[in-house]
């Protein structure tokens, strides 16, 4: 099994730029669809974008495509989000995970592995 770790999460103001990094550990990341999630305070977990096994391509949710992009480093074993143009509706906690289902899934039960989380602040 995989193990996730996710950083790069903090305080931004609206219109900056952050970078979260998900380094996968005990299997290579591109073995799965690795997911990224977000979860603002009182709300449910929601899919942000993934990207596919073996570099087979990206999809994002409508409320962050053209800003975020997620991008893997078969070298570090990492997974990265960029989010660029930062909105304060994009404060949540962000999380990584790892689905080994055959077909990418948005749904966060598809999910089998998940990192902790990194907390990221959009201030206005």
């Known amino acids: 099994q995989v193990q996730l770790v996710e950083s790069g999460g903090g305080l931004v103001q609206a219109g900056g730029s952050l970078r979260l990094s998900c380094a996968a550990s005990g299997r290579t990341f591109s073995s799965y669809t690795m997911g990224w999630f977000r979860q603002a305070s009182g709300k449910e977990r929601e899919f942000v974008g993934f990207i596919r096994k073996r570099g087979g391509g990206t999809y994002y949710a409508d409320s962050v495509k053209g800003r975020f992009t997620i991008s893997g480093d078969n070298v570090k074993n990492t997974v990265l989000l960029q989010m660029n143009s930062l909105k304060p509706e994009d404060t949540a906690v962000y999380y990584c995970?790892?689905?080994?289902?055959?077909?990418?899934?948005?749904?966060?039960?598809?999910?089998?592995?998940w990192g902790q989380g990194t907390q990221v602040t959009v201030s206005s």
């Open positions: 995970a790892a689905d080994d289902g055959i077909l990418p899934r948005t749904s966060t039960s598809a999910y089998d592995y």
